[in-house]
C-alpha cells in the first residue's frame, strides 16, 4: 500500500509546468521587420532624398545621408519598443519585445543598443541563423541584450 502511495505522489511531482512565454516564431519576425521597413524605415528616406536633399542623385552620392536615415530609424524604433514594446510590424503580427526575466518592456537605452546590436548581427549572418537552433527562438541580439519576442496574448 505505501509503495502505491509513493508512485501516485511521484506522477503528479512529474508533470510540467507550462511555459511562461509563448515564443513567437521566425517568420512572424521576419515579416514584421519587413513591415517595419515599409512603414517606417522607407518614408524616412524619402524624406532625406526628397525633401532634405535635392534628389536620388545627390542622396546616392552622399556617405551621411544613409547613416541619418539609419540613425532616425533607429531612435524611433527605441522609442516604439521602449514605450509599447513593438512596432507597427510587431503589432500586425501580434508579437512584442520583453525582457527575458521580467517580461517587462525594456527601457529606451537597452532598446536602442538591441537596434544596433540587431545591425552587427545582421551583418554577421550568425546571429540571424541562431533562432533555428534555440528552444527560446533567441537571435544574438536578443542575447545579448536579453530580451524576448513573444507573441501577444488576446
Known sequence: MRFRNIKK??????????????????????KAFITDMFM??????YVIAYVVMSGKD???????????GVTIYG???AILLSKFGQTPG???YEIK????KSGEYIGVFRALFRFFAFLFSATTL?????????RDKKALHDILCKTIVVEQKL
Open 126 to 134: 550568425l546571429g540571424l541563423f541562431l533562432p533555428f537552433y534555440r
Open 75 to 77: 531612435f524611433i524604433y
Open 9 to 30: 505522489n511521484a506522477k503528479t511531482a512529474e508533470t510540467k509546468e507550462s511555459p511562461k512565454y509563448v515564443y513567437a516564431p521566425y517568420a512572424k519576425r521576419v
Open 97 to 100: 519585445v520583453v525582457d527575458d
Open 58 to 68: 545627390d542622396f546616392q552620392s552622399s556617405n551621411v545621408a544613409p547613416f541619418i
Open 40 to 45: 517606417i524605415y522607407a518614408p524616412i528616406l
Open 90 to 92: 510587431k503589432k500586425a
